[in-house]
């Protein structure tokens, strides 16, 4: 079975604080992905990678950056934490098979971050 | 931009009553569409995907959704649902411009009374 695991569960900050939210998982998928789900909202895209060393912008990139430097693991960065980024934050990873954009995305377990 | 709406948030049924939800998606061209389910506690999960062919897919745990191109739909089925179907559902679609990047739509709450 894919393994996709994150860091935490829960996770509380402070507004100005940077944080780290990790990923990693074990079936050597070249891609991964960061989502955030909020109520009513559904999930929507932060940021995405197909390969170490490389990253792409999705919906909403603003006040996240990311970071692959090994290929299973994916690295989502607040670089100064506002309340605004409580949320729940799911990775997902995948293999390309077929046509892009066929691929099942397996997901984590989540991160819920509550920013004070 | 495409995008993904499902109009129903919230869904209350009985136990063996029958499931629909909607899915509508916006984009004219080729898409994949998906549908991901969440059991309260658990990962998101792929309840079944659709790329070509055959427009009625099955999936696991007895659902089934029927691709509908000139109603840009992709609504998901089960004609008889338990009370561990209660879980929340999204729907999602990739398109060709984008292939990589999943769009989902805001989800839909469906709880089973036993």
């Known amino acids: 079975d894919v393994k996709v695991t994150q860091s935490s569960r829960y996770l509380v900050k402070r507004t100005g604080e940077k944080v780290f939210l990790e990923c990693v998982q074990d079936m050597d998928h070249e891609n991964m992905f960061w989502y955030r789900q909020d109520p009513g909202l559904g999930l929507r895209l932060i940021y995405f990678?197909?390969?170490?060393?490389?990253?792409e912008k999705g919906d909403i990139p603003e006040g996240y950056s990311v970071s692959r430097e090994k290929k299973e693991r994916f690295s989502l960065i607040l670089e100064s934490a506002s309340t605004n980024q409580t949320s729940m934050y799911l990775c997902?990873?995948?293999?390309?098979?077929?046509?892009?954009?066929?691929?099942?995305?397996?997901f984590g377990p989540g991160t819920r971050l509550l920013v004070l | 931009a495409q995008s993904v709406s499902q109009h129903n948030h919230h869904v209350i049924l009985s136990e063996a009553a029958s499931l629909e939800l909607g899915c509508n998606y916006s984009?004219?061209?080729?898409?994949?569409l998906f549908w991901y389910v969440q059991y309260p506690g658990q990962h998101l999960q792929l309840l079944l995907k659709y790329f070509s062919g055959d427009p009625l897919v099955k999936g696991i745990k007895g659902f089934e959704a029927e691709f509908i191109k000139s109603k840009f739909s992709f609504n998901l089925r089960k004609p008889s649902v338990q009370w561990s179907d209660t879980a929340e559902y999204f729907c999602a679609v990739t398109v060709s411009s984008s292939a990589r990047q999943l769009t989902f739509g805001s989800g839909t709450q469906l709880t089973v009374l036993p």
């Open positions: 990678s197909y390969d170490v060393k490389m990253k």
């Open positions: 984009y004219g061209g080729t898409v994949n």
């Open positions: 997902a990873s995948s293999s390309p098979s077929g046509l892009a954009g066929q691929e099942t995305q397996y």
